[in-house]
């Protein structure tokens, strides 16, 4: 990745930051978008010693601010080459029938639209040179949906769906566009879920274990990278054995 840049969203903490800081290690430089500025300020800091870093305050359901995160990214980072689309909320822990229209469409908005514009801006630049890496950070809920997550899991499946779809049409000119699924790992996001949910999930891993963010920034570093040539449109498990498809 040396010489390449990047951008990862909602990587001012959590997978994002870990995400972005192996994208470093790897050569790549990074911009850190999160819909809080301080924190993707912080992040930026924190790892600039290991390489170029930009911070930008980005609200990716909104166009504009992602047209001007863009912007500013290029300016200061050079032409992106690799975009990981990471930002997500969780949404409620209700079953279908308690779940009111705004807290729908808050995931619908972030998780799925937010990746499409975000994905929108990058590309034509991408086409023109004949050279990028999407890779959409789905989960193992998209295809494998669980009980009173009803909103997380069909925005994720909804995620992968536009992925491959992005595949079939990009497969042609040089950019490759890829979802990573992941199983449970654990987060701030479980903050939000019953802690008996949380030990429900972990029964149901073959391996008896959570996966580890380093686990997942690393096979995102490898789909991001310049040796993943030929797979486009594919869904990249990580679930400890959990996914049967």
Known sequence: MKGRSAIVTGAGRGLGLVIAQRLLERGARVAIWDVDGEAAREAAEQLSDIGSTHACGVDVTSPSEVAAALASTRKMLG?????????????????????????????????????????????????????????N???????????????????????ISLTKTMGRELATTGITANCVAPGAIRTR??????????????GKIPMDRFGTAEELADLVAFVASHQLSFSTGAVFDMSGGRADY
């Open 79 to 135: 032409e992106i080459s690799i975009l990981v689309c990471n930002a997500a909320v969780p949404g409620p822990n209700k079953p279908v029938w308690k779940i009111d229209a705004q807290e729908w469409e808050r995931v619908m908005t972030v998780n799925v639209t937010g990746a499409l514009l975000c994905c929108q801006a990058v590309i034509p630049e991408m086409i023109a040179r004949g050279y990028g890496r999407i890779v």
């Open 189 to 202: 996001i479980f903050d939000d879920w019953p802690e008996a949910y949380v030990q429900e999930l972990l």
């Open 137 to 159: 950070i789905a989960s193992v809920a998209g295809k494998e949906p669980g009980p009173q997550i009803a909103a997380y899991a069909a925005s994720k499946a909804a995620l």
